[in-house]
């Protein structure tokens, strides 16, 4: 799976990171786990086509040490579908720059 990580976090910082996925992403039922929608305008065009399968998301799951993305966009509403598929350029930078600003908004440094 391709994924970013950031590890080596203290309990403080996961909790800050916890606040902020609280209030930026969908919280699962899966304890640990975050959904963050990607936008309709970079939605590649057979996910912008599958308007069943919206909304698309990436994985955000929070341990109790680390915090990791998934590069894998997904259907919320279908497991297996064409539209699921590894981050285009533009979506890749979308969730990199998530992870960005909330390590700035939360002043964690790594």
């Known amino acids: 799976m391709r994924q970013y990580v950031v590890d080596e976090l203290r309990p403080e910082e996961v909790e800050k990171i916890k606040a902020y996925l609280d209030k930026c992403c969908d919280i699962s039922d899966i304890k640990g786990l975050y959904w963050l929608t990607?936008?309709?305008d970079i939605l590649s065009p057979v996910q912008y086509?599958?308007?069943d399968?919206?909304?698309h998301c990436a994985a955000i799951e929070l341990g109790d040490k680390w915090v990791k993305i998934e590069m894998l966009v997904r259907s919320r509403r279908k497991i297996r579908c064409e539209c699921v598929n590894y981050a285009t350029t533009q979506q890749r930078q979308f969730l990199l720059s998530f992870v960005d600003r909330l390590?700035?908004?939360t002043k964690?440094?790594?």
């Open 38 to 40: 990607i936008p309709g």
């Open 49 to 51: 086509e599958h308007q």
């Open 53 to 55: 399968c919206q909304p």
């Open 103 to 105: 390590l700035e908004e």
């Open 108 to 110: 964690i440094r790594v």
